[in-house]
């Protein structure tokens, strides 16, 4: 059964630090390319991130360049993404999310569409 997990999210300080974690089961990540997104309360779901494990090519969104940083274990068959200088606006539910390999529908790494499995989401809330 494929599944994504997601966990390391929660309350942090503007200007802090946070990991967020993305578990993968029942496939293996080789060949996968994996995305994080997230979705505040009355907004679109967003692309911040991703991955090709591939090649280890990354994207990131113009809000979080500079601030956020995504990675991949193999071994652990686990995509990280650090969150830096965190402000306010970060605060949203992140989802992890994975393309298949040889995907016949992809439309960007930052659109919802080009996906095919999802995690359920870990809140981060940015406040002091």
């Known amino acids: 059964q494929v599944q994504l997990v997601e966990s390391g999210g929660g309350l942090v300080q503007p200007g802090g630090s946070l990991r967020v974690s993305c578990a993968a089961s029942?496939?293996?990540?080789?060949?996968?390319?994996i995305g994080w997104f997230r979705q505040a309360p009355g907004k679109e779901r967003e692309g911040v991130s991703c991955?090709?494990?591939?090649?280890?090519?990354?994207y990131y969104a113009d809000s979080v360049k500079g601030r956020f940083t995504i990675s991949m274990d193999n071994a652990k068959n686990t995509v990280y993404l650090q969150m830096n200088s965190l402000k306010p606006e970060d605060t949203a539910v992140y989802y992890c999310?994975?393309?298949?390999?040889?995907?016949?529908?992809?439309?960007?790494?930052?659109?919802?569409?080009?996906?095919?499995?999802w995690g359920q989401g870990t809140q981060v809330t940015v406040s002091s």
């Open positions: 999310a994975a393309i298949k390999p040889f995907s016949g529908s992809y439309y960007g790494w930052d659109s919802t569409s080009s996906y095919d499995y």
């Open positions: 029942g496939f293996l990540l080789d060949y996968y390319a």
């Open positions: 991955i090709r494990s591939k090649d280890s090519r990354t």
